[in-house]
């Protein structure tokens, strides 16, 4: 595990990434960019967090991310030419710029932080503002100039795949302006679930709390580890196999299909101890000529979605061939639904360990 661990929480946090292989070019927002934050309000965390242009660059240097969904517009231009295109959540516009030089016929580019203002000027700076409309709101809340729309498109995915519920905003979306026949990119996302050995960390950050200066702060300990952390695993720490939990249909899916219970099995590849179980997420973009996406696993190029790691109370210890089975239910908090509550019951009866458990973690 690296050293630089972040909650869910803390998406400001700037994570920088090297690919020599990789070229993306970037516009400039201007020198605006420091003042866009002066008239926000702490009334809404979640808007006020992307109107800083921080973490859009963060978004914009994940190459995988970013690089993915310009390749997916540019190499299939029949799914945007001559198309009215919805950019849902268009942050800097990066998309909905893609859309334009793809050839749609207008993009209307949705943002509801302060970063739409910062959008409009990007976009006039590269010629784009007969083709891009930009609009300031919530997607809920606005009305758009047309009727329907051909194609929505959206980079809504959060850390757990599901946090921060943009989603549902999306769905929205979906059921309200998408012509019948029309597309949804990308479409499919998938969350799988695999076991870590990572002793180190747990000890540094979890096991801390037993005895701090010689001080007794258990009780911190019992509130950490309810709090899935967001960080890159080293593909060397996983001690199992990955099952599928969920994958998701945008196109046809529900809002409600976002809440759910999924049964895993979890095979032991080698002799180890596992300290933590690690969920990430695949997403797809089935309808191009061939089909295209990216993966945020432990074994893939790095994203800034890392993996969610959820440690367990008790260190596991289990043999090759042994299995842990169990289920996962994931559910939006009652009280905020950007957050996501997370129910993990599993079982190992191994030749040395042998548990039941059921733990509870809330991403918030």
Known sequence: MT??????????QETKFHFEDADVSMS?????NADVTDDVTS???YFDSYSHFGIHEEMLKDVVRTKSYQDVIYKNKFLIKDKIVLDVGAGTGILSLFCAKAGAAHVYAVECSQMADTAKEIVKANGLSDVITVLKGKIEEIELPVLKVDVIIS???????????MLDTVLYARNKWLVDGGI?????ASLYLTAIEDAHYKEDKVDFWEDVYGFDMSCI?????????????DGNQIVTDSKLLKT?????MASGDASFTAPFTLVAQRNDHIHALVAYFDVAFTMCHKKMGFSTGPKSRATHWKQTVLYLEDVLTICEGETITGSMTIAQNKK???????KLNYSLNGQHCKISRTHSYKMR
């Open 248 to 252: 998701m249909d945008i196109s046809k």
């Open 221 to 233: 300990k019992r509130r950490a580890i309810t709090e899935p952390l967001v960080d890159t695993v």
């Open 336 to 342: 905020n639904p950007r957050d996501v509550d997370i």
């Open 3 to 12: 050293s630089t661990k972040n909650n869910g929480s803390e998406q400001t």
């Open 28 to 32: 400039d927002g201007g020198d605006n």
């Open 184 to 188: 949804v990119l990308p479409d499919k």
């Open 43 to 45: 009334a809404d965390y």
């Open 155 to 165: 980079e809504w995915m959060g850390y757990f795949l599901l946090y921060e519920n």
